[in-house]
Each structure stands twice: as C-alpha cells, then as structure tokens.
C-alpha cells in the first residue's frame, strides 16, 4: 500500500483546512485508515481513525468537535476536515493503514504517508 497525504499549507488561527491522502491499489475498502500529526520536537500523536465503510469514526480529544475524518472508497482518497485551527494544531501530519479497529497506537499501522506540514499561525 503507498499513500500520498497532501494539502498541507500555513492558515490562521480559526481558519480551516482539508488534508487529503490517497491510496494506491484497488483494496482501499479494505483498509481502515487514521490520522496522525507530530509537531516538532514531539511524539507522533494520533488524531483519529475510520472504519472500512467510513461509518465509525473515533477522534482524540484534543480535536473532537473540531476535525472531521471521511473517506471515498470509489476514489481511494481519505481526508481530514479541520476547522477552527489553532496553533497547537501545527504539525505534520501522517495518513496511515492499520488491521486494528479503533486504534490509536501508532504501533498498530503498517503503512504511513510521507507527511504534509500543517501551520497554524496566531
């Protein structure tokens, strides 16, 4: 599986950004898929994942109400809605596929996205 997260750029506090990641192969129904960001000079941290048909969602609480996880199996592309940004939000952030429902451990995702930068100015 590759992916290619992208749509990264520098935003205003408040402002609002969609990140988007596209998969390769013809199995991205299969996959479920989550969201991570590292800010520099910390540990990659989990944003929130989605199920294989996109009905579940599950999101940390830092972005709970916030930002938005979806995904379009027909087009095998999985995005992040962000809004009302903040600072702390500036990160890179990483798409990433993992067997494991619902986890936030980046430990159980296999296959990582090489990352878009996410700045959040205030």
């Known amino acids: 599986v590759q992916l290619q997260a992208y749509g990264g750029g520098l935003v205003q506090a408040g402002e609002f950004l969609r990140l988007s990641c596209a998969a390769s192969g013809r199995t991205f129904s299969s996959y479920i898929m989550g969201w991570f960001r590292q800010a520099p000079g910390k540990e990659r941290e989990f944003v929130g994942c989605?199920?294989?048909?996109?009905?579940?969602?599950y999101y940390a609480d830092s972005v709970k109400g916030r930002f938005t996880i979806a995904r379009d199996n027909a087009k095998s592309t999985l995005y992040l809605q962000m809004n009302s940004l903040k600072p702390e939000d500036t990160a890179v952030y990483f798409c990433?596929?993992?067997?494991?429902?619902?986890?936030?451990?980046?430990?159980?995702?296999?296959?990582w996205g090489q990352g878009t930068l996410v700045t959040v100015s205030s």
């Open positions: 989605i199920s294989r048909s996109g009905a579940l969602t």
């Open positions: 990433a596929v993992t067997p494991s429902s619902g986890s936030s451990r980046s430990s159980d995702y296999l296959y």
